[in-house]
């Protein structure tokens, strides 16, 4: 186990290295100038030069991209053009919230998805399946963009239950956490639907119920389990997702995570952000990823890393 | 049985969404409290005033710090941290502060933050977008505690409009989001970076204390929540944060009432003057006549904007006023366009006469506006493509020269020097915004003379000559200034809606009890 753990962890580095790599370069090669965006037009041309020697924009791209690695690899990711804020404090402020959001939408989607895909699967083809399956549709056919305003207008204004946007107290938290877990939720659902549906049909949940178990049971104590696999994998997959932020959702609530974050870095061009904040997504999401992939031996003692 | 536990299944719901919700079902609004919640649709990069660009830092820096002095609707010059001043000679200002001024930390205020605070800008160290204003300033000199001497290298007009910056404490360093103290109105309680600002009122103010407490600024970047926030009562002021589309539903709330007054962000459409076919005036001018700009600001603006004549907006104190109208003309456009040699090749038919490309950002109002005039251009015959760009791009391609046609918006034009900045020979890019390469002898002259004289009555009458130059050669067409649109709680008064979007009179703000507030 500790020497899958170990070349699991060595692979994960040529898969960050690669994705900063590409990020570095995409972000040098869009137009866009952090100097002008940060002195404004109106700085001399001298100015702008003596800026650009300081932040040593005026270096090759090769020197820069080397400097950020031999940063990276001291821990230093940079300072902020923007804030002039060191970048981990930037991310750092702002991984709370990403991760308070993201464990909420999780539990949403989580809280939907297992009865309904149990329901579901139990009573296949009957109006309760049918039903299930429409709001399945339903809650992925929603974009975030609609369905915020859409909570906000009938739980804020109308029942006046929740705060319409802002971030600090749990009132905040239920409606950016309802709006993006719904579309996850409805591909769990689906996902575990369908799984159950195999497994249901096995033989050992035939003869589960040959043993006098009750039809519920046996599904949720035996086919469940069984079920979970291909389920966990999507869910790693959501919660790389979820991490790595929801722009839109987050800029709808005024949620201030790392998807906004990166974006308004973008916007500023300013480098050694981006580069950090799309750091930290790669590595929450291979690290998620990481986390399946162990879980998958909890879940069937049969699968072993060697 | 099954009927009490559905019963008990529905109380824990309720219960649970009442915990989770921090006022429950009988929330207070912010207006029964007395606190005021404005929402901005950004937040601000810096609100340092050494450092700060955007417009949302510069609103929030007009409450919470005081400058030497301030400047009224029309430009003019009124008296903040100094009681007065005087131009010894066209390159020495002086300025008296008034006595007793402090900070917030209750430190009195003297020359020698004053002194700090510009020579912090103008130390190359600390990388302030603001040093180029700064650039004449020889010397600054504190003969004592309450006297603040400006030496200039040469005389420079528009010295005294950037003399409308927050002084900061002597030796204050520049710490990221901390902002810094200061000696306006309202102290800052707590800055939650993107979410939102609290201010308490500063009862030692030296124009006299605030008379609402508490003032919350939201950063709302979502239109659709800014409106349903001043539904709800959460927010109750909103200064240009509503789409024209929004303003009658807000309305329909009777708790909110709506305000309009003139705007001076002034958008335009600029032309490469590099590019063979804009090169010609004619061409240009007949571009300008074949947009229908009236028809614009009644229909996507809604009529909340003025048409345009000059980068000035016509409060202002050098705008002149005999700019002779451009109005839409068709019929004229396509006569220009065959006097320029570009013969329709099919009449009404599809094949243009030339073809040409339009950017704008990706704001969905300013593609729906490109939309139209595409459509009027491609009626005289000129095909237009548009690119809608992400805003690092399109500004970059602008300051490169690499457009034919663009439109973007001219904000917080303090002093008419803008012209050299924008139409200077000298001033393309890198140097500055003369980003279409316009070129005119003339115009450099009077741009160069506007900035060193120093009577009022002479610059605008340099100023006067360059609108009218310019308003013949159109090196860029103004369309339209946005009107200024204020939407209120019923219950407050007292906010002066001003051209430049200024945040200064929030201190003057109170809200209306009883029966008053239903007036």
Same mark, same amino acid.
């Given at each position: 186990m500790r020497r899958y753990l170990f070349s699991r962890l060595r692979q994960m580095v040529p898969v960050v290295l690669g994705v900063v790599t590409v990020v570095f370069l995409l972000i040098h090669l869009i137009p866009g100038d952090p100097v002008e965006i940060m002195l404004?037009?109106?700085?001399l041309a001298a100015q702008k030069e003596e800026l650009r020697r300081e932040l040593r924009l005026d270096r090759p791209l090769a020197v820069q991209y080397g400097d950020f690695l031999l940063g990276m690899a001291k821990g230093d990711l940079g300072t902020s053009?923007? *804030?002039?804020?060191?970048v981990l404090r930037e991310i750092l402020r702002r991984v709370p919230a990403t991760l308070l959001l993201s464990a909420a939408s999780m539990t949403v989607a989580l809280c939907i998805a297992f009865p309904l895909g149990i329901v579901s699967a139990m009573r296949q083809h009957t109006f309760l399946d049918h039903l299930c399956g429409f709001l399945a549709m339903l809650g992925l056919s929603m974009p975030n963009f609609w369905l915020g305003p859409l909570l906000i207008l009938i739980f804020?204004?109308?029942?006046?239950?929740?705060?319409?946007s802002g971030y600090g107290t749990a009132g905040h938290l239920v409606l950016p956490a309802v709006t993006m877990g719904t579309g996850m939720a409805a591909i769990l659902m689906r996902m575990l639907r369908s799984q159950l549906l195999e497994e249901i049909r096995q033989d050992y949940v035939r003869a589960a119920s040959a043993r006098g178990l009750s039809r519920r049971a046996a599904v949720v104590r035996h086919a469940l389990a069984n079920s979970l696999i291909p389920v966990l994998t999507v869910m790693g997959l959501q919660v790389g997702a979820l991490l790595s932020g929801s722009i839109i959702t987050e800029t709808i609530f005024s949620w201030p995570g790392v998807g906004r974050l990166t974006i308004q870095a973008i916007d500023a061009r300013d480098y050694p952000l981006v580069q950090g904040c799309i750091l930290f997504i790669a590595l929450c999401t291979v690290a998620v990823n990481l986390l399946t992939d162990l879980l998958y031996s909890r879940l069937d003692p049969r699968i072993r890393y060697e | 049985m099954a009927d009490v536990k559905d019963r008990l299944a529905s109380a824990l719901l309720l219960a649970a969404i009442a915990a989770a919700?921090?006022?429950?079902? *009988?929330q207070r609004m912010p207006a029964d409290s007395g606190e005021l919640v404005i929402a901005f649709p950004g937040a601000p990069v810096s609100i340092d005033p050494r450092l700060s660009t955007d417009a949302y830092g510069t609103q929030i820096l007009q409450m919470t710090h005081a400058s030497l002095i301030r400047m009224d609707a029309a430009g003019n010059p009124l008296p903040d941290l100094a009681e007065g001043f005087e131009a010894? *000679?066209?390159?020495e200002v002086v300025f008296r502060l008034r006595d007793g001024v402090r900070f917030h930390d209750g430190r009195e205020l003297t020359s020698a933050d004053v002194r700090d605070t510009f020579a912090w800008i103008l130390?190359?160290?600390?990388?302030?977008?603001?040093r180029s204003t700064y650039e004449t300033i020889r010397e600054i000199e504190t003969p004592d505690s309450r006297t603040v001497v400006f030496r200039l290298s040469e005389p420079f007009a528009p010295f005294l409009a950037g003399m409308v910056r927050g002084i900061v404490p002597a030796g204050t360093r520049a710490a990221g989001y901390s902002p810094p103290i200061g000696a306006g109105p309202y102290r800052v309680d707590d800055y939650e970076q993107d979410t939102a600002i609290r201010l308490s009122r500063f009862e030692g103010y030296h124009g006299g204390?605030?008379?609402?407490?508490q003032v919350v600024v939201k950063f709302l970047p979502d239109s659709n929540v800014r409106f349903l926030e001043l539904k709800k009562g959460s927010v109750n002021l909103v200064l240009n944060g509503v789409e024209p589309d929004l303003i009658p539903a807000v309305l329909e709330n009777g708790n909110l009432v709506m305000e309009e007054a003139p705007g001076s962000n002034v958008s335009y459409l600029g032309f490469n003057l590099r590019d063979p076919f804009l090169s010609d005036a004619r061409v240009r001018r007949a571009i300008a006549l074949a947009i229908d700009r009236e028809a614009i600001a009644r229909t996507l603006w809604k009529g909340h904007a003025d048409l345009a004549d *000059?980068?000035?907006?016509?409060?202002?104190?050098?705008?002149?006023?005999?700019i002779p109208p451009l109005r839409y003309d068709p019929a004229a456009a396509r006569r220009l366009l065959e006097a320029a040699g570009?013969?329709?090749?099919?009449?009404?038919?599809?094949?243009?006469r030339f073809r040409l490309t339009y950017k704008t950002s990706q704001n969905e109002l300013r593609r729906r506006i490109a939309a139209v005039i595409q459509e009027e251009l491609r009626q005289a015959g000129i095909a237009v493509e548009i690119q809608s760009l992400e805003w690092g791009t399109f500004f970059s391609d602008i300051r490169k020269g690499n457009f034919q046609l663009y439109s973007l918006t001219w904000v917080?034009?303090?002093?008419?020097?803008i012209y050299h900045y924008a139409?200077?020979?000298?001033?393309?890019p890198p140097e500055g915004a003369n980003r279409g390469g316009y070129r005119n002898p003339e115009v450099d002259r009077l741009v160069t003379e506007g900035r060193r004289e120093t009577s009022r009555e002479k610059r605008k009458k340099i100023y006067g000559k360059v609108q009218q130059i310019l308003s013949r050669d159109l090196p860029v067409f103004p369309l339209w200034i946005n009107r200024n649109i204020l939407v209120r709680d019923?219950?407050?008064?007292?906010f002066v809606i001003t051209p430049d979007e200024d945040y200064a009179s929030v201190k003057e703000m109170t809200f209306r009890k009883g029966k008053e507030a239903g007036k």
């Open positions: 404004g037009e109106s700085a053009f923007r *804030s002039r804020e060191p804020s204004i109308g029942l006046g239950l929740f705060p319409v | 919700s921090p006022t429950g079902c *009988s010894r *000679s066209p390159t130390n190359p160290r600390n990388r302030s977008p603001h204390a605030a008379r609402i407490e *000059s980068l000035l907006a016509p409060g202002f104190w050098a705008h002149d006023d005999k570009y013969r329709d090749p099919d009449g009404d038919g599809p094949k243009p917080g034009i303090a002093d008419p020097d139409f200077h020979s000298g001033q393309t019923r219950r407050l008064t007292g």
